[in-house]
DNA sequence: GAACTATAGTGTACAAACGACACTTTGTCA
DNA sequence: TGACAAAGTGTCGTTTGTACACTATAGTTC
């Protein structure tokens, strides 16, 4: 059944940038085409955008049904719209970025998608359509944004110690921190909640753990606090 | 001549959010309706994308169009696309905003749009769709924007004064600024170039005349440098 | 159970940036 | 020439950023 309208429209589409952090490394979620163009080449995951659903939730369907992706974060991050970004048709795609929490993702289970992988951002191979052009600006935004926002506990497991988040804006922002002064710092926001509970089974003193505590964040947004890192 | 797709496709608009600054206000441009919906109510220049055009270039083409403006500087902004903003189709727009220099623009001579026309941001009407959003979400992204880059020159003459610049900051950031610790921050900086040159037909002492350097900006944004305000 | 190992956890001192604050200078106009 | 209007300029106390090294604790090994 066609669809016919009196002037011409691009072809509209959403891309996701998905994040996860594993091990010291941060990750992005990729799906291998199976088909022309790039066929076989790796690619953001995405599709296009149905009449009866908004951008936001559009991206997360697309995540859910081609990946099987709960996220945990999402939000929009740019408009790709150059004339020539895809060979076949004028195709404009709404990009998002993601942040998933990979320590409850492992199994992967529900997905309809066996072409999907996690790729080290560093070392992911290069992109069908302008993808790479798409993932290097997520990257920026994500390290632009964790400094001023406490994004990123989306990240870890629910429960975690200061040296795991250290550890996770380390590899966010690609270098070290002073462990001192990152813990004045992150303590100081009153954004924590200490917790009575510590590490088990690990081969040495085990640290405090320590949950992001969403009320506070509110409280503090709501006097316009600045998170600056 | 009609144009037939195998799937539905959303409308794809832009529409772009005018900044000017013009005696202590900071304006924006908008645009009377001719024709239902909102048939009168004022709106965000705009309109369709053209297939032959990238979407910055339809936003600028829009401008000349629709409001004769040439702008100074221009950015993406968000892409509005929940699906009842229009009541006759499903549209999605991608938003832009952009600055003009008002001082070089009163006359507003070759536009088309006789229904075109400034007003300050604090005053403006309810407008059309949900273009009151996105002129909240601009005047945001401005504020933002201008503590940590040297945005805003573009809103003035070419030559100006230490006065007129922090004028100008007050007016965007509704809030007054000290003299003295506005310019040596901004003279640190190093973007300006003293001029040798003093305004003319001022009954008072004349200010010295600066100008904007892109010179000394490009230098500086190589080196990561940071312009907060 | 003593020694070892690996990580947790903690404070200080110096430098830089921020913010509050008031008077003198200069040119115009009456 | 005196009044006015805006230009232009410096200091000091406070806060923030940053560099830096040792002690405490739990588990493991011998």
Redesign the interface.
């Known amino acids: 059944m ?11 589409t959403v891309d996701v940038v998905v994040f996860g952090i594993d091990e010291g490394d941060l990750k992005v979620l990729l799906i291998q085409r199976g088909q022309a163009p790039f066929e076989g080449r790796w690619a953001l995951p995405g599709g ?2 149905r ?5 936001d939730q559009g991206a997360e369907r697309e995540l859910r049904e081609e990946a099987g992706v709960k996220v945990a974060y999402l939000e ?1 991050l ?2 790709f ?3 020539d970004r895809d060979p076949r048709d ?1 195709v ?1 795609t ?1 990009a998002y970025f993601a942040l998933v929490n990979l320590s409850e993702h492992r199994p992967q289970a529900a997905s309809d998608a066996r072409n999907a992988a996690w790729f080290a951002v560093a070392d992911a191979p290069t992109l069908a359509f302008d993808h790479d052009k798409i993932l290097e600006a997520a990257l920026a935004r994500l390290q632009a944004k964790v400094r001023y926002q406490p994004v990123g506990f989306e990240l870890l497991p629910e429960k975690f110690t200061l040296t795991q988040l250290q550890k996770l804006y380390e590899t966010i922002l690609e270098r070290p921190l002073d462990k001192r002064n990152f813990r004045k710092k992150i303590l100081k926001m009153d954004l924590l909640k200490e917790l009575d509970e510590i590490e088990k089974d690990v081969a040495h003193r085990a640290a405090r753990l320590y949950r992001f505590d969403p009320k506070r964040y509110e409280r503090l947004t709501r006097k316009g606090f600045n998170f600056e890192l």
């Open positions: 066609p669809f016919t309208y009196e002037y011409p429209r691009p072809c509209l296009f955008v009449l009866d659903e908004s951008l929009q740019y408009t719209g150059t004339v004028r404009v709404v």
